[in-house]
């Protein structure tokens, strides 16, 4: 289950010749050559209809090989007999049409005991390259193998923006994701024992401290997909209670409450989700707490919750047979958030306590289970009025966050497959929106620091700002209600169900929202373990301005 750990070694002294074997893989990642322009700056095409229309392709395959033999040139860590063997096997694939495109992929199993497997990966152009096309690129050229490596030794790209820890996670993480299977998985995946990151440059070589974070970054991932992907009926809020526990045996003070009556009375939104299951899965309010090991080092207190609808059938406004198959993964916000307690119960940041909340229940029908046009309490105090049974996962989460205002939080974080119109807005990224004013939401934001964390761990993201209007478009017309869990019917509906959540707030505390229910899962329905990367390198990146001295205030 999940992603085996790997042994990560680094590479670069000068004349280190790194001997592989036939039981190696060498994977060598390559820009593409930019288009050949013209007097005017337009770029030439392939189908150029100029009578000398094949002069721009030939100059571009001459301009890619000659990029990668100068690339290739620049490695102090490989061997003469190496580097020629690379440039035969870089020639033999131009030859059959590889050219560094994006995701592009060309293979050569070894053959014979003194030359490792050669895979080259297609980075695409080096202007266009940040970290999650990197991972992606990483790992779409992995998912193309067959068989076990020994190692598997990647020569890092250089002449990028991207530091050497981010081409590196990109890259682990680009491993981990090649080596996942599922609990349920009917055969084993590819895997190599060892990953060895070969870097010619001149910037210092990971610590041994950012190594293991590196692993620990990148395995987060790989465990939130393993709950992510359980089949709905091995799936109960009692599987999240349980894995809750464990993590008690890492240091986590964990709470979970049952009662039904302390439910109702205390997070009626959450509990008319819960009605129509209180028989057969019943509601689950989980808390975990992780405080460092010196307690009075304490700078910040964060708060982190994560939608967890165990599974979502769209409740009486019940949802289409396709619409439905993914809900297994309507969970995945409560996954993410185990998956990062997990790893900072192990990393141990020394100056954040956190806490992390998950309003576990499935959304199903039964002669008790909610109804629209109901009108319903909140634990902030609100009266809710039910304009979609489909719109459930907010109503979880504006109890959520008003209970985790309770313990007073400097900043929360909420992690969401929120809302369908995220996909339209953001696309297969992380919608990431916060409660601060468009002005506000400039460098040095709660917003734009994440922002910059998720570049670094390689999550792909989109900013979105929440406006007065979407407030506005959730305001309830009804004399007996506040406000609505849908919009208006015009658009903007991840920001207006960001506005509901917000809602929930005791104060202007900053909250840090990220709804990714258009990238939770790939096009073949298995999970992605987004957001996850990005949050907790964003709880490590604040960990060390902390340590350093910096202002835990944003702008």
Known sequence: MGSPEIEIYQSQEPGQHLPLHSHDLLFWPLFAALPAQGPAGRHFSSSSRSLDAQAPVQSAVDQFQESALSALGARSDLSLERRQWLEQCLETAIHEGFRGGFTQSWYLPS????QPSLLLGGLGFSFQLEGYRLQQAGSDALRTLKGQYQRLIVILPQHTRLSLYTRSLAFVSAVYNWQYTSAEALKTATHASALVLSDCSSAPLLSAGQLRQLQLVAAARSRARDLINTPPNLKHTRLLADRARELAGLGLKVQIEEDLN???ANMPAFYS???GSVESDPPRW????YQPPTAEQVQMRIALIGKSVIFDTGGYQIKSDKGMLTMKADM???AGTLAVMEAVAKLQPKHLALRAYLAATPNLISSTAFVPDSIIESSCGKRIEIRHTDAEGRLTLIDAVS?????DPDLLLTMATLTGASRAAAGMRAALMSNEQPAEAQS?????RFADSARTACDPFQTLD????DYEAIQSKQDAADIKNTGDGWGRGSQSAAAFVFSGLDSRRPIVHLDFAGGDMTRDDKATGVTVQGVLQFLLDLDQELAEGGSSSST
């Open 444 to 448: 040095g934001s709660w917003r734009e």
């Open 403 to 407: 209970q985790a205002c309770h313990h």
């Open 111 to 114: 053959l014979d005991s003194a």
């Open 332 to 334: 995945a916000g409560g």
């Open 466 to 469: 929440v406006l007065a209007e």
């Open 273 to 275: 989700v819960a009605r």
């Open 262 to 264: 302390w439910i109702a």
């Open 286 to 289: 989980i808390q975990l707490e």
